[in-house]
């Protein structure tokens, strides 16, 4: 194909990866980042072009605001709420709606009620372009799933690209490094939204930090991190 | 016409550049960006719901500051923003996230020269390469004329012919902005725009260096 000197390397607005009149038969995916301009495809964002087989296309990106996109698990804040719906903020270009009947076993007689700043973890049901995307706190099939407030804790915002990594399985080396030793609970946001909770203060506090910090560190030095800070946990408790 | 510049470079030499993005905590995408001692600190916050009264609700709303390194802002800031509000609706793709406002505001850290278009912007949007030809402020004051020009960027393209076609003409040469001060003759004019052109290569060159350290993986 064409364009293998494109996929995994960096590609800047305005590039052509695709040419479609060399293809006729194939039917191809694209994701998001790219564009279908008449016989071609380019480039919309800044990023790198990724490629997974047979013949979905797109480029990855990390930024500070959020694509809302279907499936995808995101903390969301209650700006508002109306009659049918709440309003709920996911750091989109657009705030989202989530219906007040989007629970596991919700009618209209028992209505969640949440104040405005709660936070929710939610998952994308509907997101089209130009409209308002909407949310669900349940999973495909109606059960609720761990979707729903979060109570306690603490919540911070991250580039989505250290979402996506907090995410991958293998599990992270943060992550899986902390998890030995200390007991807490995180939840990962794909728009960038990170909450974490445990026991003390003091626990949240490190976990978050070293989440925060680890964007620019590679595995090795993720590693190390964690241990230093477990050291001086262990240390003051 | 050969001329001697004040710091030694030729006529077609750009003063050395760097370029540094993320460096404001709170803006959704920022960069610095320098040439020689001009320095401008860019920002981008957006896409935000809503967009302004009179403003079309198909198409993201692009609002533009310009602050000057000291001053209060008057007119020609008004024209700089005007400018690159301009240049910026003909650049972005404005009906990906209709009925929203993308605000960007350009900060003027040091002025020496050729402070206009000194802008990289890096957020989600579309966006390409700027180039300017390159005085610096004693150069400027003593110039007739100066245009300031805006090129598209130069594409890497799979198309076996090149690059697109708009027209007959190549879409690599053709131009974005064009905003010209002083009195010059249509010659010296189409001469600015080759060596724009020119420099325009080694601009975006620098740019796909700039963007390269992403995160690993």
Known sequence: MSDNQFVDQLVVPGDVVLDLSSMANQTIKLGGGLRQESDAISVTKAGKLRLSKPNKYWVESSQKRYVPSVEDSVLGIVVDSRSDNFIVDIKGPAVAFLPVLAFEGGTRRNIPKFEVGALLYVRVVKANPGMNPELSCTDASGKAAEFGPLKDGYMFECSTGLSRMLLRSPPCPILEAFGKKISFEVAVGLNGRVWVNAASPSTVIIVANAIMRSESLSVAQQKIMVEKLLQNLNIST | ?217
């Open chain 2, 1 to 217: 016409m050969e001329i001697d510049r004040i710091d030694g470079r030729t006529p077609n030499q750009l003063r050395p550049l760097t370029c540094s993005r993320n460096v404001l905590n709170r803006a959704h995408g920022s960069s610095s960006w320098s040439q020689g001692d001009t320095k401008v600190l860019a920002a981008v916050y957006g896409p935000k719901a809503g967009t302004k009264k009179n403003e079309n609700p198909e198409k993201t709303c692009i609002e533009v500051i310009w602050k000057p390194k000291t001053g209060q802002t008057g007119k020609s800031e008004r024209e700089y923003e005007m400018i690159l509000k301009r240049t910026l609706q003909s650049i972005c793709i404005l009906t990906v996230n209709p009925n929203t406002t993308t605000l960007v505001i350009i900060q003027v850290v040091n002025d020496d020269g050729a402070v206009s278009f000194k802008v990289a912007i890096c957020c989600g949007l579309a966006e390409s390469g700027y180039v300017i030809l390159d005085p610096a402020k004693l150069e400027e004051q003593k110039m007739k004329a100066f245009p300031y020009l805006v090129f598209p960027n130069s594409v890497l393209s799979v198309l076996p012919e090149g690059s697109p076609k708009v027209e007959g003409e190549l879409m690599e040469n053709g131009i974005i902005t064009s905003v010209t001060q002083g009195a010059m003759a249509v010659d010296n004019y189409f001469h600015c725009l080759e060596r724009g052109r020119a420099a325009n290569e080694k601009m975006s060159a620098f740019l796909r260096r700039s963007l390269q350290p992403q995160l690993p993986g």
